[in-house]
């Protein structure tokens, strides 16, 4: 029951800020038309068939690494504007408290995903089956899960905004760019396809490529256990700082 | 130690030899008091003297280096939900959710705190007319004024029916009407349930006017304690203002700002 209020008010802050949806929703959409529509002809000339199909997946997968860090990174506005202080003194567990935030945070970060999703059927996208798309949400879910316990060990590290742009920069960045969001992961130079391995988003796009259009670079087992297997491990690193954070 | 004064029941908190170090610099420098039951307790002191950080530590939000707190018999850093569920707190700014209405801060607030829901709903309507808030109850809360945000924070933190309430400088920005409808019914809800109210203050006349006992810290240390008559008795002075300002000194102090006060600048250019 705290748990899920606390979800809730992730939700219905989610809701009710449509400046942000929108916001939120036009960088993917840029992405997906500008170079799906312009690298489309070349891509297809080299044999790789549809860029669109293949981007999208891709997208996806961008746009839920934004909104997941993000929504991890509230954290710092909770505390700047005092609500954690709310949520600190209140009869419950420090992991209670990052699990529902984090919950609301994932849950937020995926409902943005189904519409990037929805928005790029509308421009062209065409998924492999219906089964494949459905299946797509709890593993985008776990890769929101992933992000969004990033973004509150990044708050907890952080003391304001300031150092939001630097992690954009260094951190958020590199993790959309070298996914193979935008580029297939085959024929890459050594060090390229090392660092990409390195990457969690990889294995989140792939997933996604697998179930959408059916095809993959990894094993869709391994995807899923590398993500998982983050994910624990960020979770348990996420309670942890979130802990230490001080008010 | 007298461990016997230390056992009383009659005593809601108690703080024994408390120290809080922030790197080098003592905050908190081995301080020893004690609130009774129903007691309307004042804790005065310049800026930076160590008040807030004594509040965040009887609040569980922060632990001691040393010493011993007991709140109602039980230490907050050993038992802090235990704690937790018996105090309520009003802090010095705002700890609302802008984004949600007045009525769901308040029932977020008795979520949290185990409020059973016909329970909570019948407190909420209540207490929330009291505050002249119930029909008001759906906005959201960035739409109030500071005196209705203060006023739902009060509501709020009342709803689990606390046996102590904290305030950090509840009074802050506040108008002439606004504060004494507040005290009125904060000393109302003291006579009547008996609940213990814990606050602090920079404005004298309301701590000679409200509390029954005054304890004043600077540098860390408790400099003064007792009744407002005690204290300009001891310092030979008029007010308490006087006797404050005897005790503590004329000079300014400085408190360097947070990371928090640059952010709050910087608010308008993150918001959207």
Do not use: C
């Not at chain 1, 700047?80 to 529902?100: C, D, H, T, W, Y």
């Not at chain 2, 020893?32 to 309307?40: L, Q, R």
């Not at chain 2, 701590?207 to 810290?217: E, L, M, N, W, Y």
């Amino acid at each position: 029951m705290k748990i899920y209020i606390l979800w809730l008010r992730q939700i219905k802050r989610y809701l009710r800020s449509k400046s942000r949806i929108l916001g939120s929703l036009a960088q993917p959409l840029l992405f997906l038309l500008a170079m799906g529509y312009g690298f489309g002809s070349v891509f297809q000339k080299a044999g790789q068939g549809n860029y669109i199909n293949f981007l999208a997946p891709g997208i996806i997968g961008m746009s839920i690494i934004f909104t997941s860090v993000f929504t991890g990174i509230e954290i710092i506005w909770d505390r700047q504007f005092g609500f954690l202080k709310e949520m600190m003194v209140a009869p419950m567990s420090r992991l209670n408290i990052m699990i529902g935030r984090t919950m609301g945070g994932a849950t937020v970060a995926t409902m943005q995903g189904i519409i990037v999703l929805m928005l790029s059927m509308l421009f062209g996208f065409h998924p492999y089956s219906f089964i494949g798309v459905l299946l797509t949400i709890p593993v985008m879910f776990l890769v929101a899960l992933l992000f969004t316990a990033l973004g509150t060990m990044i708050a907890s590290l952080l003391d304001d905004m300031q150092g939001f742009q630097l992690i954009m920069n260094f951190l958020i960045m590199p993790l959309f760019f070298l996914s193979g969001a935008l580029f297939p992961l085959e024929g890459l130079p050594k060090v390229m396809s090392i660092i990409t391995k390195l990457d969690p988003l990889s294995y989140g796009v792939d997933a996604f490529r697998y179930l959408l259009i059916n095809s993959s670079h990894y094993d869709i087992g391994l995807d899923i256990a590398v993500l998982s297997i983050i994910t624990g491990f960020f979770l348990l690193l996420g309670g942890y700082f979130f802990k230490k954070i001080q008010i | 130690m007298n461990s016997d004064l230390f056992m009383d029941t009659n005593k809601i908190i108690n703080v024994k030899n408390l120290i809080k170090k922030f790197g080098d610099f003592i905050a908190v420098d081995d301080i020893s008091f004690s609130v009774d039951k129903g007691e309307i307790f004042a804790f005065l002191g310049p800026n930076g003297a160590g008040k807030s950080t004594t509040i965040k530590m009887l609040t569980t939000l922060l632990t001691s280096n040393s010493g011993d707190i007991k709140i109602n018999g039980h230490n907050p850093a050993i038992e802090p939900d235990l704690v937790r569920r018996m105090f309520g707190i009003v802090f010095q700014d705002t700890s609302l959710d802008d984004e949600l209405t007045a009525w769901e801060n308040m029932e977020f607030h008795g979520v949290l705190y185990d409020v059973p829901k016909k329970l909570r709903r019948e407190r909420i309507e209540s207490l929330m007319q009291f505050v002249e808030l119930w029909d008001r109850k759906d906005s959201l809360v960035k739409e109030f004024s500071g005196g209705m945000k203060r006023r739902l924070e009060i509501a709020r933190g009342l709803l689990h029916h606390p046996k102590i309430i904290f305030l950090d400088e509840p009074t802050l920005g506040l108008d002439p009407q606004t504060r004494n409808h507040m005290w009125e019914y904060l000393k109302d809800l003291n006579k009547k349930e008996g609940t213990t109210i814990f606050f602090t203050t920079h404005y004298m006349e309301e701590a000679d006017r409200i509390a029954d006992k005054i304890a004043i810290i600077d540098h860390g240390k408790i400099i003064a304690s007792g009744t407002s008559a005690e204290l300009k008795k001891d310092t030979k002075t008029e007010s308490l203002e006087d006797a404050f300002l005897s005790l503590t000194g004329n000079v300014i102090r400085e408190e360097s700002a947070t990371s928090v006060d640059h952010m709050r600048t910087n608010r308008r250019m993150w918001r959207k």
